[in-house]
């Protein structure tokens, strides 16, 4: 059975960040008012995308960026699981 799973595009964060002037993640936590550590483990992929960094990313940091342009919406298969 599939599950819809929240997924940060995170080549395109990388780019907006960047195109912002920031050269850390640690600046873009700073702007989208959100844990250093939190948006550090959401970039290497440890952690999934949380409401905090939803919202942190749309609301603080990028709000004229869409939903699209930061996330996708991905159907986890369980495939890696059966692996």
């Known amino acids: 059975m599939s599950k819809p799973s929240?997924?940060?595009?995170?080549?395109?964060v990388e780019l907006f960040r960047r195109a912002?002037?920031?050269?850390?993640n640690a600046e873009l936590a700073r702007a989208a008012k959100v844990n250093s550590t939190?948006?550090?483990r959401v970039m290497a992929g440890k952690t999934s995308v949380g409401v905090d960094v939803l919202v942190g990313l749309l609301y603080n940091a990028?709000?004229?960026l869409?939903?699209?342009d930061?996330?996708?919406?991905?159907?986890?298969?369980?495939a890696e699981a059966a692996a």
């Not at 929240?6 to 395109?12: F, N, S, V």
């Not at 912002?20 to 850390?24: I, N, P, V």
Request: hydrophobic share 35%; net charge negative; glycine share 6%.
């Open 6 to 12: 929240l997924c940060l595009r995170k080549e395109q």
């Open 70 to 78: 930061l996330f996708e919406i991905t159907e986890d298969t369980g």
């Open 20 to 24: 912002a002037g920031m050269k850390t």
């Open 62 to 64: 990028f709000p004229q």
């Open 38 to 40: 939190t948006i550090d």
């Open 66 to 68: 869409s939903f699209d």
